[in-house]
């Protein structure tokens, strides 16, 4: 009963203005992508870990000659345009190569996320697993929030916040499922800027399971400053 997990670590990412992709900048002592691998690398409910790679990607295989070389069970699927393509070349990977039943829990994490701590794995499984629609970890809005006319930067009304949450990852769904939803969702150009967005549109609706802040998404330069004094933190 042991699960899979997908990691989509073939973006790009402009927004930090790097000079290579996000999940390869250094932080603390490793890359990115490493201390978001740890995590699951280690955990006894963890079958194995396919991760999404761009094509032409020089830094994943400088990281597999070092760090990583003695892992066994990490696999890589070639990367997609958009996250969700990523997402489902690996599920695609699961089920045509490696053989994975449909019925196996799969739980699909940002390599951007490097924080997610061993607490929220275990309590997004504890409360997910027997969740046939799947579940995500999420933290409820904290800020107003407004929504603008449309086409202006002009504020319509306020949203009431009450049961507004941000959708963050591990989100976790059985693989069959998800694999059919996100490619009805591809095909039809929905758009699918996480798994459960995917699920939502055949009538699924996930399990919110709250989790914790600190589970930031590398996106902008001062994230890294952010995520450094998480990890510093966790570990001491
Ligand atoms: O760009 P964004 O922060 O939304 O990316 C979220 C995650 O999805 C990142 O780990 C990124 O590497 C991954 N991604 C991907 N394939 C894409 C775009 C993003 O695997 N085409």
């Not at 409820?140 to 916040?161: G, N, Y």
Request: net charge negative; proline share 6%; charged share 20%.
């Amino acid at each position: 009963n042991k699960l899979w997990v997908v990691i989509p670590a073939a973006g790009v990412g402009a927004r930090m203005q790097a000079d290579r992709p996000k999940q390869y900048l250094p932080l603390v002592g490793k890359t990115v992508i490493e201390h978001t691998l740890a995590c699951f690398l280690t955990h006894p409910a963890v079958a194995g870990i396919v991760v999404a790679i761009s094509e032409g990607d020089p830094y994943w295989a400088e990281l597999t000659a070092t760090a990583l070389s003695e892992r066994g069970n990490v696999y890589t699927a070639p990367g997609g345009c958009e996250r969700a393509d990523s997402v489902l070349n690996a599920l695609d990977y699961l089920v045509n190569t490696l053989q994975v039943n449909a019925d196996t829990g799969v739980l699909v994490h940002d390599a951007a996320r490097p924080c997610l701590s061993r607490h929220d794995v275990d309590k997004l499984l504890a409360e997910g697993m027997g969740e046939a629609a799947g579940a995500i970890l999420a933290v409820p809005v904290r800020d107003t929030m407004k929504r603008a006319q449309p086409d202006t930067s002009r504020v319509a009304h306020t949203e009431d916040r009450n049961g507004l949450w941000h959708a963050l990852t591990p989100q976790l769904a059985r693989l069959g499922v998800l694999r059919e939803a996100l490619a009805h969702a591809l095909h039809a150009g929905l758009p699918v800027t996480d798994e459960a967005s995917a699920l939502e549109q055949f009538g699924l609706h996930p399990l919110l399971v709250e989790g914790d802040a600190r589970n930031i998404k590398i996106t902008r330069p001062a994230d890294l400053a952010l995520a450094t004094f998480f990890l510093i933190e966790a570990a001491g």
